[in-house]
């Protein structure tokens, strides 16, 4: 089971750290990736890293301002998102899947139960 944990509400400019810890099993082995669903929209990748951590890929609406991490002695994986808009109101999800490359929401089989974010004055 995956946990989300950060969401809350923001001003457009600020920062939220998202995190997302295992329940049961460790991280390690997985790639990890952020997605998200605003009302209305198709959930969407935000952020992707490799199990080694070596690897990461960005949505182009993130880059610059979301930076995706992982400390394995935790066993926990963090979005640490600056700069933030309106636009980036959404649910947030994390998942976990061994053996993909892609950071595309249909290639993820284990998901937490989300964590809002909401961006406004």
């Known amino acids: 089971q995956l946990v989300e944990s950060g969401g809350g509400l923001v001003q457009p400019g600020g920062s939220l750290r998202l995190s997302c810890a295992a329940s049961g099993f460790t991280l390690d082995y997985y790639m990890i990736g952020w997605f998200r669903q605003a009302p209305g929209k198709e959930r969407e990748g935000v952020a992707c890293?490799?199990?080694?951590?070596?690897?990461?890929n960005y949505a182009d609406s993130v880059k610059g301002r979301f930076t995706i991490s992982r400390d394995k002695a935790k066993s926990t994986v963090y979005l640490q998102m600056n700069s933030l808009k309106p636009e980036d109101t959404a649910v947030y999800y994390c998942?976990?899947?061994?053996?993909?490359?892609?950071?595309?929401?249909?290639?993820?089989?284990?998901w937490g139960q989300g964590t809002q974010v909401t961006v406004s004055s």
């Open positions: 998942a976990a899947e061994m053996f993909v490359s892609s950071c595309h929401p249909v290639d993820f089989g284990s």
């Open positions: 890293i490799s199990a080694s951590g070596s690897s990461t």
